[in-house]
């Protein structure tokens, strides 16, 4: 996925930054696959384009089977209802003139589903199911915290009954003793609706704890696709090494010591050639500067792109 960063007088792009490339994945029904990655590595980008509310510049997006890569916005409508996206900031995504019981109606009236007594009452099963009382529906977002807001959010994707779901830094916002419970009620919802989720976050610890697979991201590559027990169990690629051993619940347990990167994450503007990580990485060797290291498949649902490992 690129950007034009600069155009020249006439308007055309002169010059592109690359947010993400060669990524390649699925996420299937029931499962929730965790994206992570610092600041600017591409997590976002990846969550919008997979709901193709941007059009990626190169590659292809299906969704149930469909190219949905270059639908027209008339053509993605139908498609819309079963892609939905629970935002980050529950401070930011909700209109504070509307009750919470329209709020979560909303999507449902856009789509023209029930009448309006039933989607009344789909609004209070919706309030029950995320954990709210059904007599909220005539509140307003100001009168409820941070999590309660989040927990609206997550009804109003809920109401139209997605079949895939990206939670962009849904917990990132919320103080830590309210994460663990909306992250427990985004597994019960995955569970209950055999929902697709991709779930993404800069915080391992979070990741780990939701997901069923795990990319790792840097500058825009995937690193490293492996299971969640073999994130904590056996991560191969540095970077991956490196989050884990700085990630407070994973990485102290077991006594391994915190490996400190040096550096910041350069510009996606100007990676760097070979391995893109290489200019921060602890083994890196003269030769990694030469190509970039494809992911290879090291064991069944573990690939690593690093020359050096495993
Ligand atoms: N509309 C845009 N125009 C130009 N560059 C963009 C645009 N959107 C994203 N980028 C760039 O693409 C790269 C990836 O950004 P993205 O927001 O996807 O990363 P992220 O991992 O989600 O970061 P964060 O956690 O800070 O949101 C960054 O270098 C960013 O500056």
């Given at each position: 996925?690129?950007?034009?960063?600069?155009r020249?007088?006439?308007?055309?792009?002169?010059?592109?930054?690359?947010?993400?490339?060669?990524?390649?994945?699925?996420?299937?029904?029931?499962?929730?696959?965790g994206?992570?990655?610092?600041?600017?590595?591409g997590?976002?980008?990846?969550?919008?384009?997979?709901?193709?509310?941007?059009?990626?510049?190169?590659?292809?997006?299906?969704?149930?089977?469909?190219?949905?890569?270059?639908?027209?916005?008339?053509?993605?409508?139908?498609?819309?209802?079963s892609?939905?996206?629970?935002?980050?900031?529950?401070?930011?995504?909700?209109?504070?003139?509307?009750?919470?019981?329209?709020?979560?109606?909303?999507?449902?009236?856009?789509?023209?589903?029930?009448?309006?007594?039933?989607?009344?009452?789909?609004?209070?099963?919706?309030?029950?199911?995320?954990?709210?009382?059904?007599?909220?529906?005539?509140r307003?977002?100001?009168a409820?915290?941070?999590?309660?807001?989040?927990?609206?959010?997550?009804?109003?994707?809920?109401?139209?009954?997605?079949?895939?779901?990206?939670?962009?830094?849904?917990v990132s916002?919320?103080?830590?003793s309210?994460?663990?419970?909306?992250?427990?009620?985004?597994?019960?919802?995955?569970?209950?609706?055999e929902?697709?989720?991709?779930?993404i976050?800069?915080?391992?610890?979070?990741?780990?704890?939701?997901?069923?697979?795990?990319?790792?991201?840097?500058l825009?590559?995937?690193?490293e696709?492996?299971?969640?027990?073999?994130?904590?169990?056996?991560?191969v690629?540095?970077?991956?090494?490196?989050?884990?051993?700085?990630?407070?619940?994973?990485?102290?347990?077991?006594?391994?010591?915190?490996?400190?990167?040096?550096?910041?994450?350069?510009?996606?503007?100007?990676?760097?050639?070979g391995?893109?990580?290489?200019?921060?990485?602890?083994?890196?060797?003269?030769d990694?500067?030469?190509?970039?290291?494809?992911?290879?498949?090291?064991?069944?649902?573990?690939?690593?792109?690093?020359?050096?490992?495993?």
């Amino acid at each position: 996925m690129d950007f034009p960063v600069r155009r020249n007088l006439l308007g055309r792009p002169v010059q592109w930054l690359r947010a993400v490339a060669d990524t390649s994945f699925a996420v299937h029904a029931g499962e929730i696959v965790g994206l992570v990655g610092e600041s600017g590595s591409g997590k976002s980008t990846i969550g919008r384009a997979a709901l193709r509310l941007i059009r990626p510049t190169g590659g292809r997006i299906d969704f149930d089977g469909e190219d949905i890569t270059t639908l027209s916005s008339k053509a993605l409508r139908p498609l819309r209802r079963s892609m939905q996206i629970v935002f980050q900031d529950p401070y930011d995504s909700l209109n504070e003139r509307m009750t919470v019981g329209a709020l979560i109606e909303e999507g449902l009236s856009i789509h023209r589903m029930g009448s309006s007594a039933e989607r009344r009452d789909a609004v209070n099963e919706l309030l029950r199911e995320v954990g709210l009382p059904a007599e909220w529906a005539g509140r307003y977002p100001h009168a409820l915290s941070g999590g309660q807001r989040q927990r609206v959010g997550i009804a109003r994707a809920l109401a139209v009954r997605p079949r895939f779901l990206v939670a962009d830094e849904p917990v990132s916002a919320l103080d830590l003793s309210i994460q663990a419970q909306v992250l427990n009620l985004l597994l019960d919802i995955r569970d209950r609706h055999e929902l697709a989720m991709l779930f993404i976050s800069h915080d391992l610890s979070v990741v780990r704890f939701v997901s069923d697979r795990v990319l790792v991201l840097y500058l825009g590559r995937i690193v490293e696709s492996l299971s969640a027990k073999a994130l904590h169990d056996n991560p191969v690629h540095p970077y991956t090494e490196a989050l884990v051993s700085a990630a407070p619940h994973i990485g102290s347990r077991d006594g391994r010591s915190r490996i400190r990167l040096d550096g910041d994450i350069p510009s996606a503007l100007h990676p760097p050639s070979g391995c893109v990580f290489r200019t921060r990485c602890p083994i890196a060797t003269r030769d990694c500067a030469s190509q970039e290291p494809p992911l290879r498949q090291i064991a069944p649902g573990h690939a690593v792109a690093c020359w050096r490992r495993p």
